[in-house]
């Protein structure tokens, strides 16, 4: 009686040996494959990143879905040439389904792809300021702009857990390249970049005004619906309008002051700073005063008044050095793609207030009249 216990407890160890021994076969077996796949991307081998980063996935809203070889192995390169991993635990399910614990480490895509949404909307405003519908949405341009962002910067890396999954197919065990591990490998690039949120309301204004500072005079003038400011047809209004314009730019600043966000709408109050438009024409004003009480006024004729009072205004434009503040309150609209301005008016309002080629011109023309 007492051997045949033993007996059965020794089959009993014996099975348990031999589940364990297959365990770890496979355990190993498993290993080997992660090693062999992961060691594939850790060597840069561009074949093996294509067969983990679905390129169309990045920027699924691309208008063509083609870009160059070189280029797609530019940018691939970049997001795997940190990449590192420590497999910590593999969990064997059944004959053929196993996972692995893992933890990685990836660039920082979440900073990556704020960079890449700020340029992007930077490219949307200036292409609006030419004219022009929409900026250049293939997949050669998103990757071109992903290339330039990853060669001027420097990325920091991350290390987060993951988990992948593997399957047996035969006698061979398989990674699934799932989207999940497709997001994961790239640090949470493609999570980050379809995020509507990813950049704040204030940030968002934030591109809307540095972009402005980059701005010519004829991009602000059709961005900002200011052609009334910068009308101009002879020689004289031209050197106007320009010097009008870089007293502008030498003056532009701003400064958030606070901020609304509701979830779809936002309002963002802004302090901005811009020329003193009562200065300038106060100064203008004054010289122009002083001339018209000489004789030489009634010399000049109205042509030659005309010449002078424009001479005034062009240096009190120049020579200005005075600056005036204003508080407007932008309201943004959040898409279900990325927050949006609702309108312009209210920064060209506040970049050039009630100043306009019209305004002077008339008020030249009346003082011409009056003598």
Same mark, same amino acid.
């Given at each position: 009686?007492?051997?045949?216990?033993?007996?059965?407890?020794?089959?009993?160890?014996?099975?348990?040996?031999?589940?364990?021994?297959? @365990?770890?076969?496979?355990?190993?077996?498993?290993?080997? &494959?992660?090693?062999? &796949?992961?060691?594939?991307?850790?060597?840069?081998?561009?074949? $093996?990143?294509?067969?983990?980063?679905?390129?169309?996935?990045?920027? +699924?809203?691309?208008?063509?879905?083609?870009?160059?070889?070189?280029?797609?192995?530019?940018?691939?390169?970049?997001?795997?040439?940190?990449?590192?991993?420590?497999? *910590?635990?593999?969990?064997?399910?059944?004959?053929t389904n196993a996972s692995c614990h893992l933890q990685v480490i990836t660039l920082d895509a979440h900073a990556l792809a704020k960079d890449?949404?700020?340029?992007? *909307?930077?490219?949307?405003?200036?292409?609006?300021? !030419?004219?022009?519908? &929409? +900026?250049?949405?293939?997949?050669?341009?998103?990757? =071109?702009?992903?290339?330039?962002?990853?060669?001027?910067?420097?990325?920091?890396?991350?290390?987060?857990?993951?988990?992948?999954?593997?399957?047996?197919? @035969?006698?061979?065990?398989?990674?699934?390249?799932? +989207?999940?591990?497709?997001?994961?490998?790239?640090?949470?690039?493609?999570?980050?970049?379809?995020?509507?949120?990813?950049?704040?309301?204030? &940030? $968002?204004?934030?591109?809307?005004?540095?972009?402005?500072?980059?701005?010519?005079?004829?991009?602000?003038?059709?961005?900002?619906?200011?052609?009334?400011?910068?009308?101009?047809?002879?020689?004289d209004s031209q050197a106007l309008a320009q010097a009008l314009f870089l007293q502008m730019r030498a003056c532009l600043d701003y400064r958030?002051?606070?901020?609304?966000?509701?979830?779809?709408?936002?309002?963002? !109050?802004?302090?901005? $700073?811009?020329?003193?438009?009562?200065?300038?024409?106060?100064?203008?004003?004054?010289?122009?005063?002083?001339?018209?009480? =000489?004789?030489?006024?009634?010399?000049?004729?109205? $042509?030659?008044?005309?010449?002078?009072?424009?001479?005034?205004?062009?240096?009190?434009?120049?020579? !200005?050095?005075?600056?005036?503040?204003?508080?407007?309150?932008? +309201?943004?609209? !959040?898409?279900?793609?990325?927050?949006?301005?609702?309108?312009?008016?209210?920064?060209?309002?506040? *970049?050039?207030?009630?100043?306009?080629?019209?305004?002077?011109?008339?008020?030249?023309?009346?003082?011409?009249?009056?003598?």
């Amino acid at each position: 009686m007492r051997s045949s216990k033993w007996i059965i407890l020794f089959c009993m160890f014996l099975l348990v040996l031999g589940l364990t021994g297959c @365990g770890g076969k496979e355990r190993r077996e498993i290993k080997k &494959e992660i090693t062999s &796949e992961f060691g594939r991307l850790k060597d840069l081998n561009s074949d $093996t990143f294509q067969e983990y980063l679905a390129l169309e996935n990045l920027f +699924p809203d691309a208008s063509t879905s083609q870009a160059s070889a070189g280029l797609i192995e530019e940018v691939t390169s970049q997001f795997f040439k940190d990449f590192d991993y420590k497999i *910590l635990k593999i969990t064997v399910t059944g004959e053929t389904n196993a996972s692995c614990h893992l933890q990685v480490i990836t660039l920082d895509a979440h900073a990556l792809a704020k960079d890449y949404q700020k340029e992007y *909307l930077s490219q949307v405003i200036l292409s609006a300021a !030419n004219g022009q519908q &929409e +900026p250049d949405t293939s997949l050669e341009q998103h990757y =071109t702009l992903l290339r330039d962002l990853m060669d001027g910067h420097t990325y920091q890396t991350i290390s987060n857990s993951c988990d992948i999954y593997l399957i047996k197919e @035969g006698e061979k065990w398989r990674i699934r390249k799932t +989207p999940d591990l497709e997001n994961q490998l790239v640090g949470g690039f493609i999570s980050a970049i379809a995020n509507p949120y990813l950049l704040s309301p204030t &940030e $968002t204004v934030g591109v809307y005004f540095d972009t402005l500072k980059a701005m010519d005079a004829p991009q602000m003038c059709t961005y900002l619906g200011l052609t009334d400011v910068f009308r101009s047809s002879g020689t004289d209004s031209q050197a106007l309008a320009q010097a009008l314009f870089l007293q502008m730019r030498a003056c532009l600043d701003y400064r958030v002051t606070g901020a609304q966000d509701n979830g779809s709408m936002a309002t963002v !109050n802004v302090e901005i $700073t811009s020329f003193s438009c009562k200065e300038i024409l106060s100064t203008y004003q004054k010289a122009l005063d002083e001339y018209l009480d =000489t004789t030489d006024a009634l010399i000049d004729g109205p $042509t030659g008044r005309l010449a002078k009072s424009n001479t005034f205004l062009l240096d009190a434009i120049k020579n !200005n050095t005075a600056t005036a503040s204003q508080t407007v309150s932008l +309201p943004l609209i !959040n898409d279900g793609v990325s927050w949006k301005l609702k309108s312009n008016t209210q920064i060209g309002k506040a *970049l050039f207030g009630d100043f306009s080629m019209d305004t002077v011109t008339s008020s030249l023309s009346d003082d011409n009249d009056k003598d």
